[in-house]
C-alpha cells in the first residue's frame, strides 16, 4: 500500500472502471467479485489476467483487498469512501420508498417527539436498517443551568428552560476544569440568565468581555508608552503585560494600574471560560437520540452512517436524520431517501413553529 492518498485522477479509464464494477458488484451481492465476472460486464474486451493486473494494482494503492488468495476483490473502507465521493451515481427516490415516508408522517400530532419516532421508524422499515434522528434542541429562555463532572473529559449540562422544559446535554469540557470551576461558570450564567436564551447569554459575555478588554487597554497604555511595560501576545489567549527591568521605579499610582490589571485580566480569563462553557453547552450532544441499537454500533467497523441535517423556517440547522448500517449499503438509494426524509421532517417542523 501506498504511503500517499490515491485518487481518481491517478487512474486511467480501464482502472476506474474496474474499480467501479467492482465495488458494484460488491455492493450488490456482498461478495468479492473476480476476474472472470468482470471479463462479462466491462466495456471493452481484456482478458482475465489484464484485469487481475490491474486489481493488483488497486490493491496496491489500498483500495482493492482480497479475503482469500484464490478469491476475488472487495473494496477497503478507503476505495468505499473514493467511490462514495467520486463515483457514486444516485437516482432519483422511487416512488414506493416516497409513498412510504409520506404515510407514516402524515400524521396531525403536534408532539415533536412523536413525529420524530414516526420518521424513525418509516428509515427503518424502509431502509432495513438501523434510524438515527437527532432532535431539534430547544431555544427558548434560561431558567437555571447546572453543570455536572461525568469524568476527566466528560460533563452534562442540565437546562431548565423559562417554559418547563428540562433538557441535558453531554459535552467536553475545556482541559484543567474542576468542579469547582463548572459551579462558578453556572452561578454567573445563572445571574445574567433570566429571559435570555443561550445563543443571547453568549451575546451578553461577549460584551462584558469586550468592555473588560477596552479597561485593560486603556490603563495600560501610559505604562506601555512610558516603557515601564510591554505587551506579550497582545490579543492572544495568553496575552500577559510584563513589567520591565525598572519595574521597582514605578510610582504609586503605577501600581496601583498594575493591580487593578491584574484584576481586570483575572475577570477576563474566566468570562472567556464561561463563555466557552456555553459554545460548548450549545453543541453538545442532546440526549433525545433515536437509534436502532445501540451506540456502540458507530465504533465498529463495518458500519456506516448515511445522515443528513435538517433545518427550521430561519434555514438554521437544528437536528439531523440518517441510517446506519453495513457499510454494504445501497448508498443509490439510501442517500435520496435520507435527503427526502431531512427535507421533509424540516418542513413538518417548520409548520409547526
Known amino acids: ?118 420518521v424513525g421508524s418509516a428509515l427503518s422499515g424502509v431502509t432495513q436498517g438501523a434510524s438515527l434522528v437527532l432532535a431539534p434542541k430547544h431555544e427558548a429562555a434560561i431558567k437555571h443551568i447546572e453543570f455536572v463532572s461525568l469524568a476527566a473529559d466528560r460533563a452534562l449540562v442540565v437546562l431548565v428552560f423559562a417554559d418547563g422544559h428540562v433538557e441535558n446535554r453531554v459535552f467536553t469540557p475545556p482541559p484543567g476544569q474542576t468542579p469547582s470551576s463548572m459551579r462558578e461558570a453556572a452561578n454567573f450564567i445563572n445571574s445574567l440568565a433570566e429571559g435570555r436564551t443561550l445563543t443571547e447569554l453568549g451575546h451578553a459575555i461577549s460584551r462584558e468581555m469586550k468592555t473588560r478588554r477596552q479597561e485593560i487597554d486603556s490603563i495600560a497604555r501610559e505604562l506601555v508608552e512610558s516603557g515601564a511595560a510591554i505587551w506579550e501576545n497582545k490579543g492572544e489567549s495568553t496575552e500577559r503585560l510584563i513589567v520591565r527591568g525598572r519595574g521597582n521605579l514605578l510610582s504609586d499610582d503605577d501600581q496601583s494600574d498594575l493591580a487593578r490589571i491584574r484584576t481586570l485580566f483575572d475577570d477576563l480569563e474566566r468570562k472567556r471560560d464561561i463563555a466557552e462553557f456555553l459554545d460548548l453547552t450549545e453543541a453538545g450532544e442532546g440526549v433525545r437520540i433515536f437509534i436502532g441499537s445501540e451506540n456502540k454500533l458507530f465504533s465498529l467497523s463495518g458500519s456506516s452512517l448515511v445522515v443528513s441535517p435538517y433545518m427550521n423556517a430561519d434555514r438554521k440547522i437544528v437536528g439531523a436524520v440518517g441510517v446506519i448500517g453495513p457499510t454494504r449499503l445501497n448508498y443509490g438509494r439510501i442517500v435520496p431517501i435520507v435527503d427526502y426524509t431531512a427535507q421533509l421532517v424540516g418542513k413538518l417542523i417548520s409548520d409547526r413553529g
Do not use: C
Open 1 to 118: 500500500m501506498t504511503d500517499q492518498t490515491p485518487s481518481l485522477d491517478d487512474m486511467n479509464a480501464r482502472s476506474r472502471e474496474v474499480f467501479r464494477r467492482v465495488v458494484e458488484g460488491y455492493l450488490e451481492t456482498g461478495s468479492p467479485v473476480g476476474s472472470r465476472t468482470l471479463t462479462r460486464t466491462l466495456s471493452e474486451q481484456v482478458s482475465a489476467a489484464t484485469i487481475r493486473n490491474v486489481m493488483q494494482d488497486l490493491e496496491y494503492l489500498g483500495l482493492l483487498d482480497s479475503p482469500h488468495i484464490s478469491a476475488g476483490r472487495i473494496p477497503t473502507q478507503q476505495g468505499l469512501r473514493m467511490f462514495v465521493d467520486g463515483l457514486l451515481e444516485v437516482g432519483d427516490l422511487d416512488g414506493t420508498d416516497r409513498a412510504a415516508i409520506d404515510q407514516t408522517m402524515g400524521g396531525n400530532s403536534d408532539d415533536v417527539t412523536t413525529l420524530l419516532d414516526r
